[in-house]
C-alpha cells in the first residue's frame, strides 16, 4: 500500500480521509480520493493514468513531488500544504487554520490601536495626580480617568467578544469633538495643530463609544500624519447621498492625495507617506468597519485646502427598524 503504484483508482478507506491523497507512477497518476480530487478541482475517473501536471496544475506541487520537498502554497484559491511521499502526493487543506492565526494577528493589532488612546489618557491623569493640585482639576483628572477606564473596558469587550448589539442613543455632536480635542490635547500641543470643530449643535443616532472612536481616528491622524503647525476641522452636513444622515468629516491642509491611494489606506496596515510618525495603519480600516456596521459608508477626497476623510451616520433613529 506504500506505493499505490497499480490501484486505477483510491481504495473505499481513502475517501473518509481528510487530507487528499494522489497516488503517482512514473510520473503519472493512478489514483486519488474524494479530498484531493475537491482540493485539485477535477473528477477522479478522469485523471487516470495522466500526466501529474495535467492534474495538478501546478508546477510548484510537480516540483514538490519530483524533489521530495513539503511545500506549502495557494491553489484554487485554498491554502495547501503539499508532503510528498514514495508514490504520491498528501494534500492538507489549512486555509482555515491560517485565517484563524491571521484573524488572530488582526485582533491583536486592531486591540493595540485602540486601546493605545484610552491607556495614555489614564496614565497621564494618574501623573498627574501625585503632584498637589487644585481640586477642581483633580476632579477632572479623576472624571476623566474613569471615563476612559470605562471605555477601555467596552472596547474590550466588544472587540475580543462582539456578542452585544451596539448601544445607539442620541449622541451630542459637539460633546464628541470636545471630548476628541480633550483626549488629543497633548499630541495638539507638540505638533502644533489647531483643532476647529464646525460641527453643528444637533445629535446623531449612535453608540457613543463608536462615534468617539471613529471621529477620534480622523483626527488623530490627521494630527499625527497631516502637517505641523497647521489646522485641522471638524465639520457635520446632511449627507447628500442619503436622507436622515450626516456627513461627518476631518479635514487637514496636507498635500493632496490621489483619491486611489486614499481608498489604499482604508485597508489594514496600510501606511501612508506623510507625516513623521508611523502607526499601524489601521485607523481608517477601523472607521470603515464601525461605520459599515451601523449601516453607513467612510470615504476620502480632496478639498481645495488640502484632504478630507469622513463617514456617514443616521441623524436620528430609525423608526422603520
Not at 124 to 140: I, V
Not at 217 to 243: C, I, K
Not at 301 to 313: C, D, I, K, Q
Request: proline share 6%.
Amino acid at each position: 500500500m506504500a506505493t499505490g503504484s497499480s490501484r486505477p483508482d483510491a481504495p473505499a478507506w481513502a475517501d473518509a480521509l481528510a487530507e487528499g491523497v494522489v497516488w503517482v507512477c512514473d510520473g503519472r497518476v493512478t489514483g486519488l480520493n474524494r479530498a484531493a480530487a475537491a482540493l485539485l478541482q477535477v473528477e477522479p475517473v478522469r485523471v487516470h493514468d495522466q500526466p501529474l501536471i495535467a492534474v495538478v496544475r501546478d508546477h510548484r506541487i510537480e516540483q514538490a513531488f519530483e524533489r521530495g520537498e513539503p511545500i506549502e502554497l495557494a491553489t484554487r484559491g485554498r491554502r495547501v500544504v503539499v508532503v510528498p511521499f514514495k508514490g504520491g502526493l498528501l494534500l492538507r487543506d489549512v486555509t482555515e487554520a491560517r485565517r484563524a492565526v491571521e484573524d488572530a494577528r488582526e485582533l491583536l493589532a486592531v486591540l493595540s490601536h485602540e486601546l493605545r488612546t484610552p491607556v495614555t489618557t489614564i496614565r497621564s491623569s494618574l501623573e498627574a495626580l501625585r503632584f498637589e493640585l487644585p481640586e477642581a482639576q483633580r476632579a477632572r483628572l479623576l472624571t476623566r480617568a474613569e471615563e476612559e477606564a470605562g471605555r477601555l473596558v467596552r472596547l474590550l469587550e466588544d472587540l475580543t467578544v462582539d456578542v452585544a448589539p451596539p448601544k445607539a442613543r442620541s449622541v451630542a455632536l459637539r460633546e464628541v469633538a470636545d471630548r476628541v480635542a480633550a483626549l488629543l490635547a497633548r499630541p495638539l500641543a507638540d505638533r502644533g495643530v489647531t483643532l476647529r470643530s464646525e460641527l453643528p449643535a444637533a445629535t446623531a443616532w449612535a453608540d457613543h463609544d463608536k462615534l468617539l472612536q471613529v471621529l477620534l481616528n480622523l483626527v488623530e491622524n490627521a494630527v499625527l500624519h497631516g502637517p505641523r503647525d497647521a489646522e485641522v476641522r471638524m465639520r457635520a452636513v446632511p449627507d447628500e447621498q442619503r436622507d436622515g444622515w450626516w456627513a461627518v468629516e476631518v479635514l487637514d491642509r496636507g498635500p493632496a492625495v490621489e483619491p486611489d491611494v486614499m481608498e489604499r489606506w482604508f485597508a489594514p496596515h496600510a501606511q501612508g507617506p506623510t507625516g513623521t510618525t508611523r502607526g499601524t495603519g489601521l485607523g481608517l480600516y477601523i472607521v470603515r468597519s464601525i461605520a459599515t456596521r451601523w449601516g453607513g459608508r467612510a470615504w476620502g477626497r480632496n478639498w481645495e485646502g488640502g484632504n478630507a476623510f469622513g463617514f456617514s451616520v443616521p441623524r436620528v433613529r430609525d423608526q422603520t427598524a
